[in-house]
């Protein structure tokens, strides 16, 4: 039995993030492959031969969790609707790790939905039952997990948090309608709204002049530094971030009552200039007292957080490292 | 066993509605008796002694189910902060059930959370795994049951669906925040925009008159009455609150995916000119092409959904009547 390790994976629209894992759950090794954005199964098949040179001597692939972006059935392996991998869509990626690593035990599952399944077992959700994930990337995702159980719903259409309306006929989101948290919270919202402010009255000469001189290229992470250097504008810019994401947390928690709320992705990095405000709203707006206080807090465990909730998925349904 | 039956009671500000159910889940009895405000351990003895009134020769009582408005600890057994029964906080519900009706079985829920889970088992969502219900009164609860099970949440605060914040500093909600689903769907604050109508630019003389005549006893059914003959300033106020609604239930289709999504209460008896608007939004803001169609329905027990539901869940606790 230990001679035997996990793949948990991770794909992603440009590489597949993977870690071998043993039974205790701790990582072997780590790696990443380019993705193929047109062949699933190729890239797969690639996956499970880099796997196979990394793997000493001994040891043999008990079971593969993959993780993807997109609209994924754990009970079918077939992925739906994938924004981040149109190539993808509609393949089946049970029969795809069945093909490239022979009988194992295997599972898919969203990748948000993996990112917590990861922090619930190794990260920032540990010793919890009930957890809410909401990733702030490009765009915004989430996840549920309730009794331990990761929530897919109805034809496998849960945690779709990013489109949460916040405000009837409000900015515009990359979804197409308007009012989204994505539209408020993602970065292709927040530099939307970043190139607003810098055309308007009250913005401060430098956060405009950082606009203009980035053009196309701004990033929130242009707006993070002059954020870190104070600029009120910036300052301004993260706050309604904060406010935003507080809207929806507020929201979660007195639908949910998770024990914990876990912020991830890489617009988090700004931290407390977003969590300020954030825990804010949710000490106003949440009904149970108890509730007011839910720690919302950052994830942990980085950018493998999904390959390694993946692996943890395949252990618990049945592969024994 | 089969001449035993189950209790299920509901406690409201003003009165405990009681069902008496056999081993099929068929009423053998329904009634109602005062609720004593400052009473709980009274109240409960004094359901119990009209039950056993009720109760046919052979038969005896197995089980007790009790569901309570405010925030119930199904564990403890504990009434916690309750807004309609502030004399009965804090007390021991579990332990006045004993009192009254001897070593029965027994489970205590939160009253929205009975009232889902009688629609689930006999009512609007037989069938279902995942559900979530709206109940449209004075003011707006909520219950969610995920894979069958209801979901009580942290320090049992989930559920508290009419607090979602639907819009920053938005209308007043009887809770003292602004902007929750209450504040534009919970009678109090229909009659609130009603009024607010009637003072502005665009209202019908009618609707003005209606308003001024009615005065301080304005009612969600006044409103209503105008609407049945299509008065406009009538039919855009519900348009209103089904726009509101349903921004509230994309949201959460979005992040949960309910098999069905129920509509209950007294204001959900303005039916599709509620609904109608409601499922407009659901359409356009739910991401899942198959959650676009999630059926919103209208609740199906009547007003001892929650009495029914609390004996199906004293039942499945492991009464056998």
Chains 1, 2 share one sequence.
Request: net charge negative.
């Amino acid at each position: 039995m230990n001679k035997t390790l996990i793949v948990g994976a991770d794909v992603g629209g440009t590489s597949v993030k993977y870690a071998l894992v043993d039974a205790a759950g701790r990582q072997f090794r780590q790696g990443e492959i380019p993705t193929d954005p047109e062949d699933p199964a190729g890239t797969i098949e690639r996956l499970a031969a880099t796997v196979q040179d990394d793997l000493p001597g001994e040891r043999r692939i008990a079971g593969v969790g993959l993780a993807c972006a997109g609209i994924v059935s754990p009970q079918t392996g077939l992925l739906g609707r994938s924004p981040n991998l149109p190539g993808w869509e509609n393949s089946d990626l049970a029969g795809a790790i069945r093909a490239a690593f022979g009988a194992v035990h295997q599972t898919v599952a969203n990748d948000v939905n993996a990112a917590l399944y990861g922090e619930y077992r190794f990260g920032a959700g540990r010793g919890c039952q009930h957890l809410v994930m909401i990733a702030l990337g490009t765009g915004v995702g989430g996840g549920v997990l309730v009794d331990g159980t990761l929530l897919t719903g109805f034809a496998d259409g849960a945690g779709e948090i990013g489109h949460m309306v916040l405000e009837l006929d409000g900015a515009p989101c990359p979804c197409g309608n308007r009012g989204c948290l994505e539209a408020y919270c993602g970065s292709v919202g927040i530099v939307r709204r970043a190139r607003e402010l810098a055309r308007g009255d009250g913005a401060t000469d430098r956060w405009s002049a950082m606009v203009d001189a980035r053009g196309d290229d701004l990033t929130t992470r242009d707006c993070y530094d002059l954020a870190v250097e104070r600029d009120p504008t910036a300052l301004a810019l993260f706050a309604e971030v904060g406010r935003r994401l507080g809207q929806a947390v507020s929201s979660l928690v007195n639908v949910i009552a998770p024990d914990r709320l876990i912020v991830g992705g890489g617009v988090a990095q700004a931290g407390d200039l977003v969590l300020g405000p954030c825990r804010e709203m949710v000490a106003a707006h949440v009904m149970s007292s108890a509730g007011q206080n839910t720690p919302v807090v950052l994830a942990e465990l980085g950018p493998f957080a999904a390959a390694m909730g993946a692996s943890a998925l395949v252990t618990e349904s049945g592969a024994t490292p």
